[in-house]
């Protein structure tokens, strides 16, 4: 559902587009680049953003709405002082949400059940969609709406995919515990994964995956740390307390089993399985996060910031929150250290963007990405916005 609209700062712009009363670091200020009308024929829920090579424009996914396929990839065109033009490249496709460039200069979508690729620089665009991975889970099999299909490549190109929990603590219909351990968690197909997909010499893609992690129940964000290792941020368990659990970043090792549904926090076992012997969470079998987010803040996209124009950013961890409770709609950052791990306490780079009846609805980032110039834009998916941060005064 959409929110509210953005009241201009009067007579105030930021880097040339209209300047909104989102709060922000010292130096930094927020303009509003592009807002959808919404229904049909129009962008609806705009979710990650890729710029393209050597343009300065965007393309947006566009999930579209739950259950539907209403989803589609929009190419957005945007100067300051001109209004931005969105024009749909792709329409009709399942919740689309990962917008990725591929090791073979090919954009690749994360629709609903596949991840597929095109060229969008093809005369036929639609013509030159390839499928990539398919026979993903479908979210019309449960409520949860965990398995979109989020992922990242590797720094051998590989393709590292999530397979999101089908429930919630992996509990029966009356909160109880159906086995000794949790066998969605288990098998072939299992949930709560990452499941890594290669090429054959020939370049095509291989059906065959191996699972390089488990008991993540729900990997939205990722990031390449500079050394090249795989940083995920977990959407965790969603209990009625609202001082727990936290959400973490983890740092994915092959093999290691991240708690799910077993485990919370660092070591504290989760409400539905506390008192099991299916996993000791103090112990070697659960690998604990290497940071933890506020409680039910939602974490949708990661990035190490590298641009020019906030020096005070450089080489910091920046996290999209876009959960709907105090804790979310925000960004936050975080100091690294020489291996790129997060380090000590978050920073909100937004500092005020809660609601504010005629000023700003909360907001409800989702992807990040960074211009050419250094600035900050950041797809606001409830209000079907795209915000660019930017230093005051460029």
Not at 16 to 21: C, D, L, T, V
């Amino acid at each position: 559902m959409a929110q509210g609209r953005y009241a201009q700062v009067k007579d105030e712009s930021c880097g040339g587009y209209p300047r909104i009363n989102v709060e922000t670091i010292e130096g930094m200020c927020a303009g509003l680049v592009f807002r959808s009308p919404g229904g049909r024929g129009n962008m609806r829920l705009p979710r990650m953003m890729l710029r393209l090579p050597g343009t300065d424009d965007w393309l947006v996914s566009d999930l579209g709405g739950w259950n539907v396929t209403a989803g589609g990839v929009w190419r957005l065109s945007a100067k300051p002082g001109e209004t931005a033009k969105a024009t749909r490249v792709l329409g009709g496709l399942e919740m689309p949400h990962t917008l990725a460039l591929g090791p073979d200069g090919r954009v690749y979508v994360g629709e609903m059940g596949r991840i597929f690729s095109f060229d969008p620089a093809a005369k036929d665009v639609k013509a030159s969609i390839v499928d990539v991975i398919t026979g993903l889970p479908d979210n019309r099999l449960h409520d949860n709406r965990h398995p979109l299909s989020a992922f990242v490549f590797d720094r051998e190109g590989a393709l590292i995919v999530n397979i999101g929990a089908r429930s919630d603590q992996c509990l029966d219909a009356k909160g109880a515990r159906p086995s000794v351990t949790c066998a969605e968690g288990e098998g072939k197909d299992a949930a709560a994964v990452l499941r890594r997909y290669t090429r054959d010499a020939s370049g095509k893609w291989l059906a065959n995956y191996t699972v390089i992690a488990s008991g993540l129940r729900n990997s939205m964000a990722f990031a390449m740390t500079p050394q090249g290792r795989l940083l995920q941020a977990e959407n965790s368990i969603d209990i009625p307390d609202e001082d727990e659990p936290f959400d973490e970043i983890n740092l994915i090792g092959q093999g290691k089993h991240y708690g799910w549904p077993y485990c919370m926090d660092k070591v504290k076992p989760t409400p539905g399985w506390a008192g099991s012997k299916a996993m000791d969470c103090a112990g070697a079998a659960h690998t604990a996060p290497v940071a933890l987010l506020d409680p039910h803040s939602a974490p949708l996209d990661m990035l190490y910031y590298s641009g020019p124009m906030f020096p005070k950013l450089k080489g910091r961890l920046l996290v999209s929150l876009h959960g709907y409770k105090p804790t979310g709609g925000r960004i936050v950052s975080f100091a690294t250290g020489a291996d790129g791990l997060p380090v000590g306490a978050a920073q909100d780079m937004t500092t005020g963007w809660d609601a504010r009846p005629r000023i700003r609805p909360q907001g409800s980032p989702v992807g990040m990405a960074v211009a050419s110039d250094g600035s900050i834009w950041v797809a606001d998916d409830r209000s079907r916005a795209i915000v660019r941060f930017a230093k005051v005064g460029s």
